[in-house]
């Protein structure tokens, strides 16, 4: 398992793609702090409108910010809108 593993991160680099898109990471990007995708398998933890707490299979990601919503949350990510004033990672 861990020989297929290391070919997977050798594709990742020679296409040079985000670390962990091909091995099942969770890939987030930010528009500037009003909204976040997160594309990959993630399951919420917690939720209010003040902190969204993600488990992305390899660890967690959790905003805090004000008026945070849940937009979208389905197989293939999610998308998270609001303030975001601060994100962490366990």
Do not use: R, W
């Not at 091995?23 to 919420?44: F, P, R, W, Y």
């Not at 902190?51 to 937009?71: A, M, R, S």
């Amino acid at each position: 398992m861990a020989n297929v593993k290391n070919k997977l991160n050798k594709i990742n680099k020679y296409f040079d793609l985000p670390e962990g898109l091909i091995t099942g990471g969770v890939h987030i990007e930010l528009m500037s702090n009003k909204q976040a995708i997160l594309d990959g398998k993630c399951s919420i933890l917690q939720y209010s409108d003040t902190q969204i707490k993600i488990n992305t299979g390899n660890g967690t990601v959790e905003f805090l910010g004000k008026n945070l919503c849940l937009d979208t949350l389905n197989k293939e990510g999610a998308l998270i809108s609001g303030t975001i004033e601060k994100i962490e990672f366990a």
